[in-house]
């Protein structure tokens, strides 16, 4: 799909960017045996998912949460705006139980259990997130290209890009 604003542009290559690295810690896990630990490139694969899960979600979630879907809601489409927020706060569910596994798994310290548990918890946050992205690809991006006027694309484009 191609937008015409820089936000939705931006907020597209970063859903694009989420997906690839998704699929491959899907990937990844589903391929999980014991001495999993060992596998240097699967360690630095959870250290990219942990980083992800830590900084990347927050830092997206928020800025639409501030800037795009109270913009969504005056223009009247504020159940499409509640309900991705409240997509956001099943995710962020999932990524505080998440993390602690994550950076244990990439500081090479995870036992077996907790091995299962990261891969369980890995593959709801991948099946939300991809299900989360689609729903905003499909709807929230193109809605950003009426609703934003050239002015406050910029504005907003620079602000998500410093933030």
Do not use: C
Request: charged share 30%.
């Amino acid at each position: 799909m191609s937008f015409m604003r820089q936000v939705s542009h931006a907020l597209d290559e970063e859903h694009r960017s989420n997906l690839d690295l998704l699929g491959r810690v899907e990937q990844a896990l589903g391929r999980v045996r014991a001495g999993a630990a060992a596998d240097p490139e699967l360690k630095r694969l959870i250290a990219e998912f942990a980083r992800h899960v830590e900084q990347d979600i927050s830092r997206h979630f928020d800025f639409e949460e501030r800037e795009l879907f109270p913009r969504m809601a005056e223009a009247g489409d504020g159940e499409m705006a509640s309900l991705l927020e409240e997509e956001h706060e099943a995710i962020r569910a999932v990524a505080a139980e998440l993390l602690p596994l994550a950076s244990a798994a990439a500081a090479g310290s995870l036992d077996a259990p907790g091995w299962d548990a990261l891969k369980r918890g890995s593959l709801e946050m991948v099946e939300r997130q991809v299900a989360h992205i689609q729903k905003e690809t499909m709807a929230l991006l193109p809605l950003l290209d009426d609703l934003l006027d050239e002015d406050t694309d910029r504005e907003l484009a620079f602000a998500y890009a410093t933030a």
